[in-house]
């Protein structure tokens, strides 16, 4: 079975502009999830859909990212404008089922450079 | 809220050592708990879980009880190799609505030859 997929894996943009990723989840998993990743510390959640709902975007700095999953498969994370705050790693995880404790699938990242 | 410690890294071993990552949690309810491993390249996997107090998760050698009493979830390894140097992350989910895994800051832990 196919990993989740991310793209692209790495950019480096300059503050103000604006940047998006893409994430495929594994296929028929129902929950998908966006952390950001800052370095030194560990993956924070940003949102959370099941299907093509949102669940949770309590932690999503809404003024400037967004985030949609059309269709309940693929999804995409926009930051518009980027600060330098930003520079993370941007991960996407999914899972079969809708309960906390299914066992989460994770992408390798796309590292963000905000420069 | 709820949080994880873990301890400080960078740690580092010989290949053959016992290993020992601390993590403590603090929550209010009674979460399931979670070590994560990150190898070099490579996105985050589940390493071991365990949902109760008591439990014993397990995998490739890996061990964590869940300790209740004190809040621990300790992962240790016996005789660790080469190929187990990555960064491990301690996590806990909530066991109520807010279904949201929290991270420790992680651990990377380097294997000397």
């Known amino acids: 079975e196919a990993g989740v997929a991310q793209s692209p894996r790495y950019k480096i943009i300059e503050k103000r502009q604006s940047v998006a990723f893409w994430c495929n989840p594994i296929?028929?998993?129902?929950?998908l999830y966006w952390y950001q990743q800052i370095l030194g510390q560990g993956p924070k959640l940003l949102i959370q859909?099941?299907?093509?709902?949102?669940?949770?975007d309590s932690q999503l700095p809404k003024d400037r990212f967004s985030a949609e999953r059309l269709k309940g498969v693929d999804s995409t994370l926009k930051i518009q404008p980027a600060k330098l705050e930003d520079s993370a790693v941007y991960l996407c995880?999914?899972?079969?089922?809708?309960?906390?404790?299914?066992?989460?699938?994770f992408g390798p990242g796309t590292r963000l450079t905000v420069l | 809220g709820n949080s994880v410690t873990q301890m400080e890294g960078p740690v580092t071993l010989s290949e053959e050592a016992f290993l020992t990552i601390n993590c403590t949690y603090t929550?209010?309810?009674?979460?399931?708990l979670f070590w994560y491993v990150q190898y070099p390249g490579e996105g985050l996997q589940l390493l071991l879980k365990?949902?109760?107090?008591?439990d014993k998760g397990s995998n490739k050698g890996f061990e964590a009880t869940y300790r209740k009493e004190t809040t621990s979830f300790h992962l240790e390894k016996g005789s660790v190799q080469v190929s187990d140097s990555a960064v491990y992350f301690c996590?806990?989910?909530?066991?109520?609505?807010?279904?949201?895994?929290?991270f420790g800051k992680g651990t990377r832990l380097h294997i000397l030859p």
């Open positions: 929550a209010t309810g009674y979460p399931s």
């Open positions: 365990a949902t109760k107090a008591d």
């Open positions: 995880a999914s899972a079969r089922g809708t309960r906390g404790t299914d066992t989460q699938y």
């Open positions: 296929s028929g998993h129902a929950t």
């Open positions: 996590a806990l989910l909530e066991g109520n609505r807010d279904d949201k895994i929290i």
């Open positions: 859909f099941q299907n093509n709902g949102v669940v949770d």
